[in-house]
């Protein structure tokens, strides 16, 4: 079992910054993926962000690149998303989630999931 804690969500103006993080604990894996996905009310969850814990590769959303960055510690079992230039669009509430995902995409692949903070941008 992998349990994953999410923290750093609030209020913030448009063009304001904040920082999530997840912790996790549990059983986890080298191979793993860990990806943030957020759900706006009436939307459908999307990706937003991934980054294998290995390789440090990472994948983002076209909505948020080049203004969101997601990096991790592996010494504390820790992913962050630091979220800059914030828009009301990014208002929603925000998921860490890890699993073998081959596809950091799809979140269907991803078996374990955090539960959630909200981020609302004010404009």
């Known amino acids: 079992q992998v349990q994953l804690v999410e923290s750093g969500g609030g209020l913030v103006q448009a063009g304001g910054s904040l920082r999530l993080s997840c912790v996790a604990s549990?059983?986890?894996?080298?191979?793993?993926?860990m990806a943030w996905f957020r759900q706006a009310p009436g939307k459908e969850r999307e990706f937003v962000a991934a980054i294998r814990w290995s390789a440090s590769s990472t994948d983002y959303a076209d909505s948020v690149k080049g203004r969101f960055t997601i990096s991790r510690d592996i010494a504390k079992n820790t992913v962050y998303l630091q979220m800059n230039s914030l828009k009301p669009d990014d208002t929603a509430i925000y998921y860490c989630?890890?699993?073998?995902?081959?596809?950091?995409?799809?979140?269907?692949?991803?078996?374990?999931w955090g539960q959630g903070t909200q981020v609302t941008v004010s404009s």
């Open positions: 549990g059983r986890t894996f080298s191979t793993y993926v």
């Open positions: 989630a890890t699993g073998a995902a081959a596809n950091m995409w799809d979140g269907r692949q991803y078996g374990y």
